[in-house]
């Protein structure tokens, strides 16, 4: 048992079985069904429809062969068979945003099926993963007794992935959706965005005691954020735990998740399958994905996370950084380009790119949205480890680097490239030595932090341009004498 779903069996007596339908909003420049264009963020509602979005008479549906593509490479990137025959079919349901009151989506003959991620805490086996049209979406103006619709949305390309019921607990849940989210953004499936509606994730859970029958499942539904899914998971398993404690039962509905009060609310009683009246779409023929088809399709797949953090662990990256990078597209991107651009070590790169970077960025500036360039951050850091630049000098520089500038240039202009000669750091460092005999003492009567006073003075006396390497290997040499 991990951690968090030990404890919750010891608080209450119950295990539970967990498990989650992921949405992608897939990266495509039309739509699912047609040739309208799917990039709607920011546009004014209903203007991004057509008549086929629009759900009316005579329309024909297309399908986008861009969306079958990335839905393939997905696919293969969940460890899924994608070989075989797959089929859309009508999903029939009444809801004010569905124009056509039906979705197309795939039933029994998905576009890729059992597959499996191992991600810390276990693996988690993957039913199936099938692609389906979105519906639009229903606006509240505030204080109005009416609601308004926006078809921007409907028929927007989505991608279903349904888990086998194998997360242990609201921590596995999330260490499962931020790899699945790393591995959509680093085969450029969707960029898998919570924030924006582009990851929409719902739970199945249920408890059983040990040994015992599953129970009743319930599925909260439109979780929006990673955070969403783990609380929620721990609620249900403490309020279902609750109620069967006290020999009340659970029924079969459908949740939502109130975020500022922290628990669950009855949205309505939970659709069977046969609710559905799934049928054969008559307009959409049956696709047959061919082995050597799929082989195409992986053969022209970026790295995946899990490829990438082996890549850098043979590297020699430490595997904490390791981890981080290859979960982050855009910082793999940048670390390997600067990899490239020169010969800087790994390490070093990654210090820089992970900790002092992130420190020199404005508030709410994402390091994709900035300006910096790779071959650049390898020449700072080249700089450094050649003793041409001191840490104290680039970490000065490092603003103007990630706005764009070249660091050899910068520091050449402002008189910080290259190190004092050698007589001025012989010089400086007697100086400090013969200023400060109390220091000395305490360095020679076995105090080495000591010499970090010494250091400093140097260092002030060489306007930060001495290799710190140097100072410290001259220090020891006249201390120890």
Known sequence: MTGTQSSLFQQ??????????????????SKLLSSCPADYHGSQPNSFTDPVSLGLPGTLPVLNAEALELALRFGLGLNCTVEGTTQFHRKHYFYPDSAKNFQLSQWDKPVAHGGYL???????????????????????????????LDLNRAGTPLIEMVTEPDIL???????????????????????????????????????????EPWGTKVEVKNLNSF??????????????????????PITQDTLGWDEGGGKTFLMRTKEGE??????????????????????????????????????????GLRE????????????????????????????????????????????????????????HLAELVALVESGDLTGRSAKDLLPDVVQGHAPRALAGSRGLLGQA???????????????????????????????????????KATGGKANPGQVRELLRQRLEG
Not at 432 to 438: Q, T
């Open 320 to 375: 904490s950084d390791a981890r981080t990078v290859s979960m982050d597209v855009h910082l793999s991107r940048l670390l390997d380009a600067a990899l490239d651009a020169g010969n800087a070590p790994i390490q070093k790169l990654a210090n820089w790119l992970l900790s002092e970077v992130p420190g020199v960025l404005d508030e709410g500036v994402a390091l994709k949205d900035t300006a910096l360039r790779p071959e």
């Open 421 to 459: 000669n050698a007589g001025e750091l012989e010089a400086a460092v007697d100086a400090a030595i013969a200023a400060d005999p109390d220091t000395v003492a305490q360095v020679r009567g076995g105090n080495q932090k000591a010499v970090n006073a010494l250091f400093g003075a140097v260092m």
């Open 12 to 29: 209450t007596g119950y295990q539970a079985v967990i498990g989650l339908e992921v949405h992608l909003q897939l990266s495509t420049h």
């Open 274 to 315: 046969a609710d559905y009246r799934y049928m054969a779409e008559p307009d959409l023929p049956e696709l047959h994905i061919t082995p050597e088809w799929a082989a195409e399709v992986r053969s022209r797949m970026p790295e995946l996370p899990a490829q990438k953090l082996e890549r850098y662990l043979a590297a």
């Open 169 to 211: 607990s609201g921590t596995h849940a999330r260490t499962f959706l931020e790899t699945v989210q790393a591995i959509a953004r680093a085969l450029g499936v969707s960029q898998a965005s919570p924030e924006d509606g582009q990851m929409r994730c719902d739970v199945n859970i249920s408890l059983h005691k040990p040994g």
């Open 118 to 148: 191992d991600v810390e805490g276990g693996r988690v086996g993957i039913t199936r993963a099938h692609l389906e049209e979105d519906a639009g979406k229903l606006l509240h103006p505030a204080y109005a007794p009416y609601s308004e």
């Open 227 to 248: 955070r969403s899914v783990e609380r929620a998971i721990t609620y249900e398993w403490q309020r279902q735990a609750r109620k069967l404690a006290a020999g009340e």
